[in-house]
């Protein structure tokens, strides 16, 4: 329900206001935060007349448009009040203000004005349309301005009045005929009548089918203004009329009489008599909006009606007897301070009859006597009547039960006439009194003050309590009493309560007692005691009055108003809520009347329950409503499918929705069931919103119900589905391309399994083809060996060296032949020591090479000179090469480049180390490679013996690489000197200085 008011504009929604303003310069707000007319169009949008300019809000999203109109005229671009809004059958909206009308297509924001000052069809005469002065029908608009009625035809687009009428229809013949302009508000019923307040005191009715007009005069109420600025018809065809200090006039439209609703400070529908508007909401309920608030007025609801016995101040605070009731459905009200009221029940009747001795004091009690006779309790003494109170004789005779029990202090407060003889009064003093038709009184104790007595059902049994508060069963057929210890079980559960007032049985075995601090059940059955309160549903906990009609069921007053009890809960329904301070100072009771309603008297008023009624009460009526959804803090148009697409980022969503209660609201209660996460129902009390966090891809389902005012559930409810769509990686399709890959990785795996497995196979087969290459590799360096040790131990190497020896032996040069003996036996020790091993420091090499040269200078009566240079060499014990390696070529330069020259013969071998390169470089002055082949080939049988060295060597050296995987080689170079002639021969051979780490 939407209100526009000064300060802004209200949706209620239930269970809260939300409230959209003026918020400073903020051009995304309203115009202006005073309103003089709300509209919803067709589609949802709510149009706001302020006084700042017309507005269109959408609240679904909260986006405010607005139109900036002018007047044609220019002169002024003020509009005034826009004092109404509606809609024609193009869905053009229709504006009026007080520089005229407006229609706009919403679509595109244009806008034209009527023509005024016009008497054809093409406009309007300039006679002003006031406030709220239209309504539309299927045929057109109806329009009321100053006392004139326009018509605009959506069929012919032509406006009908008085100046264009050419079907001479009388309601555009209307004139006034007072001196005050008529103002007011047009509404329609539902057979097609159209309704409007002319000359501010009469009511006219136009039928828009038979176009019959008819008016029904009524009296302006007092101070009240002359206009109508609200009339509305409700849904029994009953017309109200509104009006500024006037208060409320109902027009009855089958007795055509009218109905005064006024603000009388007590018994009143409204709290003030300034009246704005009126609106019938879906439950047929009248709001009516003062400037003291909004009221809701049942007007039609028989389930519980008030009714005021007096507005006198004595009334309101006091404390009252037990109300009673005849067989001719009279209800009789005792009071302490005041008098006696009787209420009919089945004509609404109500009585006064005052105390007649004020030194006697007041009515305590009324119980039927005989036939047509009453017995009031007054005080201590008993007088008789009829049931009319027509006279109230204290001083004739009276039955002897009444004469014995007056004798006794203590007003009476309450009685039960067994049968003609026996009877049993309870008086406040805490005794009561059984008759049995003797000239003696049995007296019971009991607490005192109030009722606390009943009779059961069945009619067999009283209950009372006594003044330790247990519960007594006496039986009325053979007076035998029982005693249940109600104090001992209830001070088991913790429980001790004081102030009982009332007691009763439901009928089901179960005997309730109220207290001050909670409602108290004893069960006959299974002799167990329980206790509620406001935990329970209960009004208040301070229960005092009870009453169990004739179908069983319990009703309970207390200071909070009444409740049902509703045994399947076992929970109380509210029935009637009344201010707890309104209750404070007086004892209510309770009955079931003649005609089958329930009363409870409350203060100064009966409270009439219809039970039936109650129950048949449309709750499944009441409208659970969804108002908002946020995703992730946004708000969604919930009209679209925005919930059914939501990303997994999308999950944390809020829900606020609310069931249309407005007059207690706070008494509404939620329940939701998320389907995809929760298993049962979960309890939200009053709140009416929910938020759902880190929610999981999914499809979910939010069921959302409630209980009304009187703890009933509404029979509809919201179920709002949506989606939260997972990520791609958790989509099907993306899990199947997984599988299919993973199936394929596992394929391609295998096969590459069976590959490798061949691979495998295959690199065994080249392995075991590589050992077998190894060992012809080592096969082949080991010839090699032998070769070059072959080499090395030259026959005539070792010939010569003996016959060296021996002409050393021979010429007594025993020293010399000694020397020589021992470094070649040395020699051929480190030789044969050496030719076992692959790599040998360079040190090892470098002395053998010593070692030789110095056997080949001595052999050769040291016809050449030697040096070997290894300045270049940081540590010759760390640098490994292959064994024998320089001895080849030191040999050739001996044998061959040497021994022919004639002059100086020098040899010089060196080893350097550079760019992590091992060099080590033979070079000899000789007669050269070219002179020593061309000698060669001259020696006798050269072509029989071919030399091996040089291909031994090169061998060998290409065996190491292969073992090693180093660049290992050898360079000989030819040297000349200035005329070009051969001066020698160098060799450099050049491996890894690391070989020995490959």
């Not at 603000?263 to 009516?288: A, F, P, T």
């Not at 076992?570 to 009347?593: C, H, Q, R, W």
């Not at 008494?667 to 709140?687: F, I, M, Q, S």
Request: hydrophobic letters at 35%; glycine letters at 8%.
């Amino acid at each position: 329900m939407w209100f526009g008011s000064y300060n802004g504009l209200h949706k209620h929604e239930g269970t809260s206001i939300k409230v959209y303003n003026r918020s400073g310069n903020d051009s995304a707000s309203l115009s202006s935060k005073e309103m003089h007319s709300v509209f919803e169009d067709r589609l949802g949008f709510i149009w706001v007349g302020t006084t700042g300019g017309l507005d269109k809000l959408d609240p679904k999203t909260g986006i405010i448009l607005h139109y900036k109109l002018k007047p044609a005229n220019g002169a002024d671009d003020r509009l005034g009040y826009i004092v109404s809004i509606f809609q024609d059958d193009k869905d053009n909206i229709w504006v009026e203000t007080d520089a005229g009308m407006f229609i706009i297509d919403s679509e595109s924001g244009k806008y034209s004005q009527v023509l005024d000052n016009e008497k054809s069809g093409k406009g309007m005469p300039n006679c002003g349309i006031l406030y709220k002065g239209s309504v539309k029908t299927k045929a057109g608009i109806w329009m009321f301005a100053s006392g004139y009625v326009i018509f605009y035809d959506f069929k012919s687009r032509q406006f009908f009045h008085q100046y264009n009428n050419p079907q001479h229809n009388p309601i555009f013949n209307l004139r006034e005929g007072n001196q005050h302009n008529s103002q007011s508000e047009l509404c329609t019923d539902s057979a097609n009548n159209l309704y409007f307040v002319f000359n501010n005191s009469t009511l006219m009715k136009y039928n828009l089918i038979t176009e019959k007009l008819d008016s029904f005069h009524f009296n302006v109420p007092l101070k009240a203004w002359y206009c109508c600025y609200s009339l509305a018809a409700d849904y029994k065809g009953n017309i109200w009329i509104g009006f500024r200090y006037g208060g409320l006039l109902l027009f009855d439209r089958n007795t055509h009489a009218f109905s005064a609703i006024r603000y009388d400070g007590v018994n009143s529908l409204i709290q003030s008599d300034y009246v704005y508007s009126l609106c019938e909401d879906y439950l047929k309920r009248m709001w009516v909006t003062t400037n003291n608030g909004i009221f809701i007025i049942k007007y039609y609801d028989s389930t519980v009606q008030q009714k005021y016995l007096s507005d006198k101040s004595e009334f309101i605070d006091y404390e009252s007897g037990i109300i009673s009731q005849d067989q001719h459905g009279n209800i009789y009200v005792p009071f302490f301070s005041g008098g006696l009221f009787k209420y009919n029940v089945f004509n609404d009747n109500k009585q006064y009859f005052p105390v007649e001795d004020a030194v006697a004091g007041g009515y305590g009690y009324v119980f039927t006597a005989e036939k047509n006779k009453v017995i009031v309790a007054r005080k201590a003494t008993f007088m008789q009547a009829d049931t009319a109170l027509h006279k109230t004789i204290s001083g004739m005779p009276l039955e002897k039960v009444y004469q014995l029990v007056s004798g006794y202090p203590g007003r009476a407060a309450w009685a039960f006439k067994q049968n003609d003889h026996a009877i049993y009064i309870k008086k406040t003093s805490g005794v009561i009194y059984y008759y049995n038709g003797t000239d003696s009184i049995e007296t019971l104790l009991s607490t005192g003050f109030s009722k606390q007595a009943c009779v059961s059902k069945d009619s067999n049994f009283l209950y009372f309590l006594t003044n330790n508060d247990d519960l007594v069963k006496r039986n009325l057929s053979t007076l035998r009493m029982d005693t249940i210890y109600l104090t001992k079980r209830l001070r088991d559960l913790n429980f001790v309560y004081e102030n009982t007032r009332d007691i009763a049985d439901d009928g089901n075995g179960n005997i309730w007692v109220t207290s001050q601090n909670g409602l108290i059940k004893y069960s006959m059955e299974s002799h167990n005691a329980f206790v509620y309160t406001t935990a329970n549903g209960l009004l208040h906990d301070f229960s005092f009055t009870l009453c169990s009609d004739s179908k069983k069921r319990l009703w309970v007053g207390s200071m909070g108003g009444v409740n049902f009890y509703d045994p399947q809960k076992n929970t109380f329904i509210n029935v009637f809520t009344e201010s707890p301070d309104k209750l404070s100072n007086y004892f209510g009771s309770s009955l079931e009347a003649k005609d089958g309603h329930i009363y409870f008297l409350l203060g100064a008023k009966l409270v009439n329950i219809d039970p039936d009624g109650f129950f048949k009460q449309k709750i499944e009526e009441r409208l659970l409503h969804l108002d908002e959804v946020q995703v992730n803090g946004s708000l969604v148009n919930i009209s679209t499918k925005a919930l059914s697409d939501l990303s997994y980022l999308q999950n944390r969503i809020y829900f606020r929705f609310g069931l249309l209660e407005f007059a207690e609201p706070e008494k509404v209660k939620y329940y939701y069931w998320l389907e995809g996460l929760d298993k049962n129902w979960n309890g939200l009390g009053n709140h009416s919103e929910i938020t759902f966090n880190s929610l999981q891809p999914g499809k979910y389902i939010l069921h959302v119900k409630a209980t009304d005012v009187y703890g009933n559930q509404v029979k509809e409810q919201l179920n709002i589905s949506f989606t939260i769509k997972p990520p791609f990686w958790k989509t099907w399709w993306f899990i199947s391309l997984i599988i299919i890959f993973i199936l394929l990785v596992i394929y391609f795996f295998v096969k590459w399994r069976e590959n490798n497995f061949k691979a495998i196979e295959a690199g065994k087969l080249k392995l075991q083809q590589a050992k077998v290459e190894m060992y012809s590799m080592n096969e082949q360096l080991s010839k090699a060996r032998l070769e070059a040790l072959r080499s090395q131990m030259n026959p005539h190497f070792i010939f010569n060296s003996l016959n060296a020896i021996q002409e050393c032996i021979l010429t007594n040069k025993v020293d010399a032949a000694y020397e020589y003996l021992s470094k070649f036996s040395k020699l051929q020790r480190m030789v044969l020591n050496n030719s076992e091993k692959e790599l040998i420091p360079l040190s090892a090499e470098m002395e053998m090479l010593q070692l030789y040269l110095s056997l080949e200078s001595l052999r050769f009566s040291k016809s050449f000179s030697y040096q070997v240079n290894a300045t270049g060499i940081s540590d010759a014990e760390e640098i490994m090469i292959p064994s024998m390696i320089t001895q080849p070529f030191v040999e050739n330069a001996i044998w061959h480049g040497l021994r022919n020259k004639e002059g100086d013969k020098s040899l010089q071998i060196t080893y350097e180390e550079k760019a992590g390169q091992l060099l080590i470089t033979v070079e000899d002055n000789g007669i050269g490679r070219e002179k020593a082949a061309v000698i060669k080939e001259q020696k006798l049988g050269s072509g029989q013996f071919d030399s091996k060295g040089t291909m031994l060597l090169q061998q060998r050296l290409h065996v190491l690489s292969q073992q090693f995987k180093a660049d290992i080689k050898f360079e000989t170079i030819d040297k000349n000197d200035k005329l070009g002639d051969s001066s020698g021969t160098k060799v450099i051979i050049s491996f890894p200085s690391n070989l020995g780490m490959v």
